[in-house]
């Protein structure tokens, strides 16, 4: 049996330009890819721990059905067991092994989203992370399209749908060109062409001894070069047996280990001997402390060579620079490279009797292994200023990437992330906190936390207090209705307490008509918990004004309500509020509150879309509180209105709309 060869992946600004087309590497947005056995779905770049991943698929113009769920599982042996069960559907490309599980393991404990990891087998990375579905059951022939939930609880916090995508798979990748080959006593080097690109991304090499039996893919060494917008491609073989003669094709690839055209087969024997020799491998690591990035490598020969040169950019296609000439005979260099977590790419030049090589393979690193914490922010303190407060600190230790300022919070007895990142750029910094959130009349408590280059935070640097700047107030009472009742009216508005935790109670005002002012009802102030108002000395024929104001426990008055007028012979009802509308497995479920008023016989349900009328689907007894619609379609936005009507069939206003997607 073959041993699975070492797959050099290409170009950074190939998979770069692969990933930007199908538009998820750098956002959220989902992506269905075909693949040589399936459909390979992209969610979303939120690595789903703590919630989950829901998906359905159409097929054609159907509707969209459930396919599955997707969560990220850390354990070990999961991410093992799923790798032999990924692996075999994706085999053109390298197989994870267990440092590149442990490195995801130890990625997702630190990271939210997938945005800056990388491995080989890019799709099965994203299956073991639980950001990526893979779809077998498809025909070919025929196109699918999918919708991605993101589900935490059984709270929908947001759906997505996908690019329509054909099956079976093709790929743009064109066709390699045979350029030359040199002919060795111990190897034979291979040179193809691919010009334009595509979605090339890496290639696989198969060999058989000359017009005999069948051809095996091969464990060649393999790299390539560039030339504006044409690609180079090298392999050396150096299982060979002189003398011997031999037949090569070669099979490119994508990201997704979908195949392009094959190449034509050439021949080639082991004859001559080498001008430069052939790079085993060639690797390159984050080292263990100081931004260290380790290379080594291996030649199979090296008793001609001069000299070794190393060279160094933080981008794939331009700026390297030489950052060592080295001897011969050494195997490895320590680079320092200036910023950890970002990519730097590497190759190396080979200085012989006859000149100097071209270019070897490109390889990838960066310095992201953890060191020591940060220190924690020193000198820090708050002070009140107009509309908020200002937090300011001092940081003199290196590679600090920034600061995080937290609030305390005295409800959860923790501290809660108040700024985005603050750059460090300076030796003193500052963060101003204008939050609504914050009241007038309370102290607040703030610490500072560092984080290094590696995203490492520090401990919470001592806490500062302080208070805005700012007077404190209470917002106006909502959304005032009237109800008529047997001896009167009573006056109702939304409940405070929630949004108002220092909510001391209401105030509520009248004006007759014709009155130049208002005059405060009996009872002054109500309790908090009193969001409703009754009134019994209105007089027949006359029409009244309603006002109300919130005040908390500090003094502070809100700014009064918008006015509500009433007159008092009028038949006036107000609709019930719709309370609820929810999915439930047979369709819509809306409920509204009970019905009390005896001249009311009857409640109408109005269903409407997004640009269309209202019309009529159920009309119910008054003493119904709930109704369910069945007749909803998977995927469309409803919004649902109640009325209701007397004996006369006299109907009044209808109630406020609530929208919901089935």
Same mark, same amino acid.
């Given at each position: 049996?073959?041993?699975?060869?070492?797959?050099?992946?290409?170009?950074?600004?190939?998979?770069?330009?692969?990933?930007?087309?199908?538009?998820?590497?750098?956002?959220?947005?989902?992506?269905?890819?075909?693949?040589?056995?399936?459909?390979?779905?992209?969610?979303?770049?939120?690595?789903?721990?703590?919630?989950?991943?829901?998906?359905?698929?159409?097929?054609?113009?159907?509707?969209?059905?459930?396919?599955?769920?997707?969560?990220?599982?850390?354990?070990?042996?999961?991410?093992?067991?799923?790798?032999?069960?990924?692996?075999?559907?994706?085999?053109?490309?390298?197989?994870?092994?267990?440092?590149?599980?442990?490195?995801?393991?130890?990625?997702?404990?630190?990271?939210?989203?997938?945005?800056?990891?990388?491995?080989?087998?890019?799709?099965?990375?994203?299956?073991?992370?639980?950001?990526?579905?893979?779809?077998?059951?498809?025909?070919?022939?025929?196109?699918?399209?999918?919708?991605?939930?993101?589900?935490?609880?059984?709270?929908?916090?947001?759906?997505?749908?996908?690019?329509?995508?054909?099956?079976?798979?093709?790929?743009?990748?064109?066709?390699?060109?045979?350029?030359?080959?040199?002919?060795?006593?111990?190897?034979?080097?291979?040179?193809?062409?691919?010009?334009?690109?595509?979605?090339?991304?890496?290639?696989?090499?198969?060999?058989?001894?000359?017009?005999?039996?069948?051809?095996?893919?091969?464990?060649?060494?393999?790299?390539?070069?560039?030339?504006?917008?044409?690609?180079?491609?090298?392999?050396?073989?150096?299982?060979?047996?002189?003398?011997?003669?031999?037949?090569?094709?070669?099979?490119?690839?994508?990201?997704?280990?979908?195949?392009?055209?094959?190449?034509?087969?050439?021949?080639?024997?082991?004859?001559?001997?080498?001008?430069?020799?052939?790079?085993?491998?060639?690797?390159?690591?984050?080292?263990?402390?100081?931004?260290?990035?380790?290379?080594?490598?291996?030649?199979?020969?090296?008793?001609?060579?001069?000299?070794?040169?190393?060279?160094?950019?933080?981008?794939?296609?331009?700026?390297?620079?030489?950052?060592?000439?080295?001897?011969?005979?050494?195997?490895?260099?320590?680079?320092?490279?200036?910023?950890?977590?970002?990519?730097?790419?590497?190759?190396?030049?080979?200085?012989?009797?006859?000149?100097?090589?071209?270019?070897?393979?490109?390889?990838?690193?960066?310095?992201?292994?953890?060191?020591?914490?940060?220190?924690?922010?020193?000198?820090?303190?708050?002070?009140?200023?107009?509309?908020?407060?200002?937090?300011?600190?001092?940081?003199?230790?290196?590679?600090?990437?920034?600061?995080?300022?937290?609030?305390?919070?005295?409800?959860?007895?923790?501290?809660?992330?108040?700024?985005?990142?603050?750059?460090?750029?300076?030796?003193?910094?500052?963060?101003?906190?204008?939050?609504?959130?914050?009241?007038?009349?309370?102290?607040?408590?703030?610490?500072?936390?560092?984080?290094?280059?590696?995203?490492?935070?520090?401990?919470?640097?001592?806490?500062?207090?302080?208070?805005?700047?700012?007077?404190?107030?209470?917002?106006?009472?909502?959304?005032?209705?009237?109800?008529?009742?047997?001896?009167?009216?009573?006056?109702?508005?939304?409940?405070?307490?929630?949004?108002?935790?220092?909510?001391?109670?209401?105030?509520?005002?009248?004006?007759?008509?014709?009155?130049?002012?208002?005059?405060?009802?009996?009872?002054?102030?109500?309790?908090?918990?009193?969001?409703?108002?009754?009134?019994?000395?209105?007089?027949?024929?006359?029409?009244?004004?309603?006002?109300? $104001?919130? #005040?908390?426990?500090?003094?502070?008055? @809100? &700014?009064?309500?918008?006015?509500? /007028?009433?007159? +008092?012979? *009028?038949? =006036?009802?107000?609709?019930?509020?719709?309370?609820?509308?929810?999915?439930?497995?047979?369709?819509?479920?809306?409920?509204?509150?009970?019905?009390?008023?005896?001249?009311?016989?009857?409640?109408?349900?109005?269903?409407?879309?997004?640009?269309?009328?209202? $019309?009529? #689907?159920?009309?119910?007894?008054?003493? @119904? &509180?709930?109704?369910?619609?069945? /007749?909803?379609? +998977?995927? *469309?936005? =409803?919004?649902?209105?109640?009325?209701?009507?007397?004996?006369?069939?006299?109907?009044?206003?209808?109630?406020?709309?609530?929208?919901?997607?089935?």
């Amino acid at each position: 049996m073959q041993k699975r060869p070492y797959v050099h992946f290409l170009l950074s600004s190939i998979l770069l330009s692969v990933v930007c087309t199908a538009s998820f590497a750098q956002g959220n947005e989902p992506t269905a890819v075909g693949t040589e056995k399936g459909i390979w779905v992209y969610l979303g770049n939120e690595i789903p721990t703590g919630f989950q991943y829901q998906i359905l698929k159409k097929e054609g113009s159907g509707n969209f059905s459930p396919m599955g769920t997707s969560v990220y599982r850390e354990d070990a042996g999961v991410l093992k067991t799923k790798t032999e069960e990924y692996f075999p559907l994706f085999d053109n490309l390298d197989k994870p092994g267990d440092d590149e599980l442990s490195f995801i393991r130890q990625y997702a404990v630190r990271n939210k989203t997938t945005d800056s990891v990388y491995i080989p087998n890019f799709p099965v990375m994203h299956l073991l992370f639980g950001t990526a579905f893979l779809d077998l059951e498809v025909s070919g022939g025929k196109t699918y399209q999918y919708r991605v939930i993101k589900m935490t609880g059984n709270t929908r916090v947001w759906e997505r749908t996908s690019n329509t995508v054909h099956y079976p798979s093709e790929t743009n990748i064109p066709k390699p060109q045979f350029k030359n080959n040199e002919e060795f006593d111990t190897h034979i080097i291979l040179r193809w062409f691919v010009a334009g690109q595509g979605s090339l991304n890496s290639f696989l090499i198969y060999r058989r001894v000359f017009g005999k039996g069948e051809y095996h893919r091969i464990n060649a060494t393999r790299g390539f070069s560039m030339s504006q917008d044409t690609v180079f491609l090298i392999a050396a073989d150096t299982s060979v047996q002189n003398p011997a003669l031999y037949e090569y094709f070669i099979k490119p690839l994508d990201i997704y280990g979908n195949s392009g055209p094959e190449s034509e087969v050439i021949s080639a024997g082991t004859i001559g001997n080498a001008s430069f020799p052939v790079l085993e491998f060639f690797k390159a690591g984050g080292g263990e402390k100081d931004h260290q990035v380790e290379l080594s490598w291996k030649f199979n020969e090296a008793d001609y060579l001069r000299s070794i040169e190393v060279f160094r950019s933080n981008s794939f296609d331009s700026g390297y620079v030489r950052i060592a000439r080295l001897s011969p005979k050494d195997t490895s260099f320590t680079d320092i490279v200036p910023v950890a977590n970002e990519n730097y790419w590497y190759y190396l030049v080979i200085n012989g009797p006859t000149g100097s090589s071209l270019p070897s393979a490109k390889v990838p690193a960066m310095f992201r292994n953890i060191g020591e914490r940060p220190l924690p922010p020193s000198e820090t303190g708050a002070e009140s200023i107009r509309g908020g407060i200002r937090i300011y600190w001092s940081y003199y230790e290196p590679f600090a990437k920034g600061f995080y300022v937290y609030r305390y919070l005295y409800d959860n007895a923790e501290f809660e992330q108040v700024s985005g990142l603050i750059p460090a750029i300076a030796e003193i910094y500052s963060f101003t906190d204008t939050s609504k959130y914050l009241q007038g009349n309370e102290v607040y408590r703030y610490a500072v936390r560092a984080v290094n280059d590696v995203d490492q935070l520090s401990d919470f640097s001592e806490t500062a207090s302080a208070s805005p700047g700012k007077k404190a107030t209470v917002s106006s009472p909502m959304n005032l209705r009237i109800s008529r009742t047997d001896n009167g009216i009573i006056l109702v508005w939304d409940d405070m307490r929630e949004t108002e935790p220092v909510l001391l109670g209401y105030k509520v005002f009248r004006r007759e008509e014709g009155d130049t002012g208002y005059s405060l009802m009996p009872h002054d102030t109500l309790r908090s918990d009193r969001n409703y108002y009754r009134d019994s000395t209105l007089v027949a024929g006359k029409t009244y004004t309603f006002i109300v $104001s919130a #005040i908390d426990f500090y003094g502070n008055e @809100s &700014e009064r309500s918008v006015p509500l /007028s009433y007159t +008092s012979d *009028e038949e =006036y009802f107000m609709p019930p509020e719709i309370l609820r509308a929810v999915n439930t497995a047979e369709g819509i479920l809306i409920s509204w509150g009970q019905i009390t008023d005896e001249n009311i016989v009857s409640v109408k349900i109005y269903r409407s879309q997004t640009g269309g009328q209202p $019309s009529v #689907i159920a009309t119910l007894q008054k003493d @119904s &509180e709930e109704f369910l619609d069945k /007749s909803v379609s +998977s995927g *469309e936005l =409803y919004i649902y209105e109640i009325s209701m009507s007397d004996e006369g069939n006299m109907e009044y206003g209808k109630s406020r709309g609530v929208s919901i997607r089935r």
